[in-house]
Every structure is written in C-alpha cells, then in structure tokens.
C-alpha cells in the first residue's frame, strides 16, 4: 500500500527487514516441519529473540528495540505470511512481555525482560476458565495469602505458551477478598515442572500447528510475595491493558495468512493453463482475484490505521475492532477462495493452501469473537 509505505520511517523498515530476514533465513526452512510434528517451534523462539522481534516495544535497557506499535505490526504480519501458528505463538509471548513492562517492579522487570526478549524464557497470560470465560466477576482461580506469599488454586483454559511457557501470568482473585475491589490480581508463576501443583493438558486444534495451547490447573502452587505483579485488585485492568493492541496483532496476522494465500493464487492463476490459456484469463477466476485483492487491502488499512492510533495516542477501541474481525473475515475469504482457484489440488496437503486455510479459522474465534468484535464497533460509534 503506497500511503503506508510513504508513512514509515527508517525504523519501522529496518525492523520489517529483520523480519523478513527471520522468517526467510529461519522460519521457511522449519515450517513443514513443525507443520508435521506440531511440536513447540523453542529454536525458532529464541531466533526471533535474537532478531529482536520479542522485543520491539521494550527500551533498550532490556535488551528491546524500543520501537512502537507500527514495527510490532510489521513483523508480525510478515512472520505470519510463513506461518500463522509461530506469529500467534510470538504474540501470545509478547502480551505476557508487555504488563511485566508496564506494572512490573524494577526488580521484576530485570529478573524477566531481558530472557524474554532474548527468547531465552516463554511468557504466557492465563486469564480465560472454562466456566466463566474472562469475566472478573466470575473468576473461580484464587490466591490465598500464606506465610511466605500466596497459595494458586484453579483452572484455566487457553492461554497461548500455556504449560510451555517458562512464566505465567496467572490472573486469580486474592483471598481473602478485598472490601474495596473484587480482589482480581496477577501473579508471576514459573513453568510447569517448576513448582509442585501445577499441570497442564495440552488441547488439539485442525490448525496452528506448533502453537501450544490448552487447560492449566493448579492446585495450591506456592509463590512468594514478590510474585504479585502491580497492585491488588488491578488483576483485570492489567490483562486488558494491552486489548487494542491484542486485537490489532490478530489483524495483523490475519493479513499476513491472506497475503501468502493470495500470493500463491495469483502466481498459480498465471501459470496454470487449462484449454490453451492460463487459468487467469478465465473470468470467473478474475473475479475472485480482484475480490481477494481488494478485501486484503482494505484489511491492511484498518489494521495499519489502528496500529497508527496506538502507536500515537495509545489506541482506539473502535479501530482495533474493526481491524481484528475484518481481517479475521478476510483471512478466511482469501484462504478459501485461493483454495478454489486451485482447485483439488488446494485441498493436498503438499500445497499451503490448506494449512493457512486452517490457520485462518481461529482468528475469528479468539481474543474475542467476530460477533463481539461487530458489538463493540456498534456500541463504540453510537456512544452507548
């Protein structure tokens, strides 16, 4: 897109270049395999560290790039065009990165941030339970003070790099309960094998092959008094804190999986020949190409537009609503169709069509569905 390109600075293109680098050098030569063994991609985690793509939003004290919101969305999208499953995994990574950062203490953030941004450690935010979804109210997790901290019981559902991850952010309600506040806290625990009372079942999915996700359980995990991140009480407002820019990244990844989709059509269309002419020439097909294009665009412009809203001013609800559900619709409209100008051999297993068509699929689900994502822009514009 022109009016994008013109916008960005040196900065954002350098770091869109150490992405490309990454997913070209790096990621291209792993994909199928971690695509048939679905197993935790920790090589290609710690090269994205190396890159500086755990990074890009934390100062340079830490080991980040220091840059802001539009590089994040630029090597996000890139890195999801080879594989949805390794950017999902470093967006997971990275809204486990980013509290620490805001509501850590100096001691947190230099005990944490700069394995993280080294890829060195996983992050993963554990929020959703299987019975009350993300509702602070309804929230059945709880840390009861003990003598030397607090005392985890619970469950969780999701939570990407959960059971993998080398720290939690556990959101549970503090007992006893606070008279001011519904007692909803984050605490720091440490992976899975680390600590006594704390398992992990890992979920199966038809796609995102590689990227870790399923149901957590603790049962009277022992942390110390440290492990408390930010203040009592402020539990959800520091797993929300990041909303605009979880909801953008999905957007982002979303374009990413329809541009590789859409890029592998376009060549297939012109090289496939059928009756003595490229399948191209076909109208029917043309139809569908200038559909795919044109919806990608537009998707790129809300994503890019709400980048740039909380790249200046922190965000907009509105926008990065707007961002995730369109591209979420656009991921699967372009997967799908570029599937059908293959024809049955999109459906093969040796294309990619059928893995991003697979990939695609989630994004309308998670990190809030199409539907509720349609009710905020709605209640946002009308002022309700």
């Known amino acids: ?59 340079e004290e830490y080991g980040g790039l220091d840059s802001d919101f539009i590089s994040y969305a630029l090597a996000l999208e890139r890195v999801a065009r080879e594989s949805g499953a390794v950017a999902e995994t470093i967006q997971g990574h990275t809204f486990a990165t980013l509290p620490i950062l805001q509501h850590g203490t100096e001691a947190q953030r230099e005990a944490y941030l700069p394995e993280m941004v080294a890829g060195e450690s996983v992050g993963s935010m554990l929020l959703t339970e299987p019975g009350a979804g993300s509702s602070p109210t309804e929230l059945e997790t709880v840390a009861e003070e003990s003598d030397d901290g607090y005392r985890l019981t619970g469950e969780k559902s999701f939570g990407t790099n959960a059971g993998v991850a080398d720290i939690h952010l556990v959101v549970a309600r503090k007992q006893p309960q606070p008279a001011d506040s519904h007692g909803v806290s984050v605490f720091l625990v440490p992976g899975v094998g680390e600590v006594s009372g704390f398992r992990f079942d890992r979920a199966e999915f038809m796609g995102m092959r590689g990227h870790v996700t399923g149901d957590s359980t603790l049962e009277g995990v022992e942390v110390g008094s440290d492990a408390l991140l930010g203040n009592v009480g402020e539990g959800f407002r520091i797993a929300m804190g990041t909303i605009d820019m979880a909801r953008t990244g999905l957007g982002a990844i979303g374009t990413g999986i329809a541009q590789a989709a859409h890029d592998e059509a376009v060549d297939y269309a012109s090289e496939r020949r059928q ?27 809300l994503v890019y537009e709400s980048a740039a809203a909380i790249a200046t001013n922190g965000g907009n609800t509105r926008k990065s609503s707007q961002a995730k559900y369109y591209a979420s619709d656009v991921s699967e409209f372009v997967t799908r169709n570029a599937m059908q100008i293959y024809g049955g051999k999109g459906y093969r297993t040796d294309y990619p069509l059928e893995r991003y068509f697979r990939d695609a699929k989630i994004l309308s689900l998670i990190g809030g569905t199409t539907e509720i994502q349609q009710t905020t822009v709605a209640t946002e514009s009308l002022s309700l």
């Open 1 to 59: 897109m022109e009016l994008l390109e013109r916008s960005l600075s040196d900065e954002h293109r350098d770091i869109r270049d150490r992405a490309d680098t990454f997913a070209e050098d790096v990621l291209a030569p792993r994909v199928e395999a971690i695509e048939a063994n679905d197993e935790f991609p920790r090589d290609v985690i710690e090269a994205a560290g190396d890159a500086g793509l755990l990074g890009i939003m934390v100062p």
């Open 275 to 301: 009756g003595g002419n490229a399948i191209g020439e076909y109208q029917a097909v043309q139809v569908l190409v200038a559909k795919m294009g044109t919806r990608l665009d537009a998707a790129r412009h």
